[in-house]
């Protein structure tokens, strides 16, 4: 089972709605990760935050709000989405935000934007 | 841009028999390689790495090759089981970004 937890599982919100996803890991590592994946497509990276400070921002729009209150809490705020960013989303993380460290993924919020 | 490939979707395999999964990558300079796979419903979990100083290595029924005369990379699975049923990712670390393959489906014959 994964040590990284998100919530919550499944989303479905308008697109003039504002919500949040959830991340949380108790394994004292220092770096957190946002990717999207679309079906039968690979992850692509977001976000990375690194000792509690963003160091990563893929271009993302700003819709796309990340959050990280301490090291084991990450949050991403999504505000006026559009269909096409209906997806998994998953959160990650690794012991010290290296790139050769393996990340360990959550189980992923599975939004849907009407 | 250089990207990391896989030569088949989808792989189907009798149970018991071994698997390999193939991966080419086209950037001779990346020393860092890496296997997730991904079972419906969950995250990416961490399957195996190597690095470009290493042609072999081995865990647990698994074992990753890597041919960097031909930038080529694989994933054997012994004895396949149910279990293995998922979509397995390849990764490169190339110029400091971690590059992902587009993924294989491996499915699992009773």
């Known amino acids: 089972d994964t040590e990284v937890t998100q919530t919550p599982k499944h989303l479905v919100m308008g697109m003039t709605n504002k919500k949040s996803l959830k991340c949380e890991q108790h394994m004292g590592h220092r770096a957190m990760y946002w990717y999207k994946q679309k079906a039968k497509k690979p992850p692509e990276l977001m976000f990375v935050?690194?000792?509690?400070?963003?160091?990563i921002n893929e271009s993302v729009p700003s819709r796309f709000s990340p959050e990280c209150p301490n090291s084991s809490l990450l949050n991403l705020h999504l505000h006026a989405l559009q269909p096409e960013d209906s997806a998994l989303y998953l959160c990650?993380?690794?012991?010290?935000?290296?790139?050769?460290?393996?990340?360990?993924f959550g189980s992923g919020t599975q939004l849907s934007v009407l | 841009g250089e990207s990391v490939g896989l030569h088949l979707p989808t792989l189907s395999v009798q149970e018991g028999d071994n698997s390999i999964i193939n991966c080419a990558y086209s950037?001779?300079?990346?020393?860092?390689f890496i296997w997730y796979k991904q079972e419906s419903g969950k995250g990416p979990q961490f399957i195996i790495d190597i690095r470009s100083n290493m042609d072999k290595r081995q865990g647990q029924r698994v074992t990753v090759l890597l041919n960097k005369t031909v930038k080529h990379l694989s994933l054997q699975i012994a004895a396949t089981q149910p279990g293995d049923s998922a979509v397995y990712f390849c990764?490169?670390?190339?110029?400091?970004?971690?590059?992902w393959g587009a993924g294989t489906k491996l499915i699992i014959k009773p």
């Open positions: 950037n001779s300079a990346s020393d860092y």
């Open positions: 935050y690194s000792y509690e400070k963003l160091s």
């Open positions: 990650a993380s690794t012991r010290d935000g290296q790139i050769n460290e393996k990340l360990f």
């Open positions: 990764a490169e670390n190339s110029n400091y970004q971690l590059i």
